[in-house]
């Protein structure tokens, strides 16, 4: 059966519309396990005390691996004051690099779609190349009524007409009409062109065939000048433009055989944490990998290339030897990022000599995300890379890799990779910044005091024709509940937002909500704190 269709569960289709409803409205008792929501005196889950935390990673990994080295580690100090501010923390992963990989032409197909225009597309030809027949009917010249004219009389090989692709050699005499079909060269001396329908004919009393028309034949009618779309050297789109399906067409009808893109920078994914399955239910402390799943289609989306998943064992050698010897522009971990006995990110990058350039983010869930330089800057070959699998690796010289960590959390997880991957990965591929957006929320949401909160929205037309953003439930950091029937992420500044309040959003690869120009959102003027 297609998967698609497959029934789930009770067999009734929930559409992504009612899941959002049913996320709005939760049933209090329908989810104990959600993070405790922000009552109106402050925040929720952030500054909580220790109970209501989340568990510290300790708790959650499997008891039958224990941790080697760090075992006899001091309990985790707590790094926020060191931690960045959110929107610090996405300027410094766009700005990791100097700019996008490699550009290189690209053959006009699969190969190019989602790469990103290294260079304006700019039009080799004017469009329509040469003025067309916008309907089938008739090409006439002068008003009428006219006098058909046998279509081999003005292009030899034109029996049933002047067809799409035949070229008229002669012009057409005023008061003399043609059979033309959509797209047919206009022939020299047409005024208009006459749709089939709105045509009548009539055996003459010499035995030709007269064309009349009860509404006439304006010039220009039906006729699509040359030029009308564009202009040979007219650009088309800017560099920085993603290469779509629509994206190819229009390169293909202006002349383009291959397109100048930008390498699409290579992701490497690494599951981290003994407790995870990968089929099957959660049994006896296990748990289901969600991470694995969601993050090689969610890059491709964003227009990277993936490796993996690779599951790793909690062990920071695998670890390390994994980062060193990978040879992704981009090496993303999952879990361990935390200072629980088994989190060994922290420790592997410090034995590769990688520098942190964000060791925490002022932002709810996931603020033990971090991003990593692992090259040195200054090209030299890093500590623990050996020359050989320096020399393997097909990236640039002047691109050092970088590493981002998630935090295992799922939705923690989903926050790192839009603060922290996705600019890094826009830099990389050369992608334009798209224009954040500002939507109205639809209830008010509580903040927490020092740092940014992402919470999941679904955006739906209000009775007045704008469009507003309801909250979601469900958010809380281990849950993917709300993120899969939402929208987008509302950025909700320190302090929280109240009703009617704009947020900016950040957009879901599936969702145009977002980042649509075209919906009736208010742009972003980064007066709150909510750069995107
Ligand atoms: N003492 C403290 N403990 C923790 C803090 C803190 O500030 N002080 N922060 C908590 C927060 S917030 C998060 S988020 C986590 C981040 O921890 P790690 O990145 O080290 O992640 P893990 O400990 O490996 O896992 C956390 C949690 O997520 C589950 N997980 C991991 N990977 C996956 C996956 N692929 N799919 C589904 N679930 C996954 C894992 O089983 C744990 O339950 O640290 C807190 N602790
Ligand atoms: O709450 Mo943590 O912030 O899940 O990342």
Same mark, same amino acid.
């Given at each position: 059966m297609d998967p698609w269709h497959a029934p789930w569960g009770n067999g009734r289709h929930e559409t992504r519309a009612e899941a959002a409803a049913e996320a709005r409205t939760p049933e209090p008792e329908r989810q104990p396990e959600q993070e405790p929501q922000p009552g109106p005196e402050g925040p929720g889950s952030p500054d909580l005390p220790a109970a209501a935390e989340p568990q510290p990673s300790a708790q959650a990994h499997s008891p039958s691996s224990p941790a080697p080295a760090a075992a006899s580690r001091t309990a985790p100090t707590h790094r926020h004051s060191a931690h960045s501010p959110w929107h610090v923390a996405r300027e410094a992963a766009a700005g990791a690099v100097d700019g996008p990989l490699e550009a290189a032409a690209v053959a006009l197909g699969p190969e190019a779609l989602g790469r990103v225009l290294a260079g304006a597309l700019t039009a080799l030809t004017d469009l329509p190349s040469f003025d067309t027949s916008a309907m089938d009917g008739w090409a006439v010249s002068g008003p009428g009524p006219w006098r058909v004219t046998a279509p081999s009389s003005l292009a030899p090989a034109a029996t049933a007409g002047i067809l799409a692709g035949q070229a008229p050699a002669r012009p057409l005499p005023d008061g003399h009409a043609i059979r033309i079909a959509t797209g047919a060269r206009i022939p020299p001396g047409a005024s208009a062109v006459l749709r089939s329908e709105h045509g009548e004919t009539v055996q003459a009393a010499d035995g030709g065939v007269l064309l009349s028309a009860p509404g006439g034949a304006p010039p220009g009618q039906d006729i699509r000048p040359r030029g009308q779309e564009c202009r040979n050297g007219d650009q088309l789109l800017p560099p920085g433009t993603p290469v779509t399906p629509a994206v190819l067409g229009l390169a293909a009808a202006a002349g383009y055989d291959e397109l100048w893109t930008y390498r699409r920078p290579v992701v490497e994914i690494l599951v981290l944490g003994d407790e995870l399955l990968h089929s099957g239910l959660p049994h006896e402390g296990r748990i289901r990998d969600a991470l694995g799943p969601m993050l090689a289609p969610w890059l491709h989306a964003l227009g990277a290339e993936t490796i993996g998943p690779r599951h790793l064992a909690d062990d920071e050698g695998v670890l390390y030897e994994a980062i060193a010897s990978s040879t992704a522009d981009v090496?993303?971990?999952?879990?361990?990022?935390?200072?629980?006995?088994?989190?060994?990110?922290?420790?592997?990058?410090?034995?590769?000599?990688?520098?942190?350039?964000?060791?925490?983010?002022?932002?709810?869930?996931?603020?033990?995300?971090?991003?990593?330089?692992?090259?040195?800057?200054?090209?030299?070959?890093?500590?623990?890379?050996?020359?050989?699998?320096?020399? /393997?690796?097909?990236?640039? =010289? !002047?691109?050092? *890799?970088?590493?981002? +960590?998630?935090? #295992?959390? $799922?939705?923690?997880?989903?926050?790192?990779?839009?603060?922290?991957?996705?600019?890094?990965?826009?830099?990389?591929?050369? /992608?334009?910044?798209?224009? =954040? !957006?500002?939507? *109205?929320?639809?209830? +008010?949401?509580? #903040?927490? $005091?020092?740092?940014?909160?992402?919470?999941?929205?679904?955006?739906?037309?209000?009775?007045?024709?704008?469009?507003?953003?309801?909250?979601?439930?469900?958010?809380?950091?281990a849950m993917l509940r709300g993120i899969a029937a939402a929208d987008a992420l509302a950025v909700i500044p320190p302090g929280g937002a109240a009703e009617g309040e704009p947020a900016a959003l950040l957009g879901l690869p599936w969702s145009p909500a977002a980042t649509n120009p075209y919906l009736a959102t208010t742009p972003d003027t980064g007066a709150t704190g909510g750069r995107a």
């Open positions: 090496v993303i971990t999952t879990g361990g990022t935390a200072a629980g006995p088994v989190d060994h990110v922290h420790p592997a990058l410090h034995r590769l000599g990688a520098e942190l350039l964000v060791d925490g983010v002022q932002v709810r869930p996931g603020h033990p995300m971090l991003l990593a330089r692992l090259d040195p800057a200054d090209g030299s070959t890093p500590r623990g890379r050996s020359a050989k699998r320096a020399a /393997r690796s097909a990236r640039s =010289p !002047r691109t050092p *890799r970088h590493l981002v +960590g998630l935090p #295992g959390n $799922p939705l923690a997880a989903v926050s790192g990779l839009l603060t922290l991957a996705e600019p890094l990965l826009g830099t990389l591929s050369g /992608r334009m910044r798209p224009e =954040p !957006r500002r939507v *109205r929320l639809a209830d +008010g949401v509580h #903040g927490h $005091p020092h740092d940014t909160r992402l919470v999941p929205v679904a955006c739906r037309t209000d009775e007045k024709g704008g469009v507003v953003a309801s909250p979601l439930h469900f958010n809380g950091p």
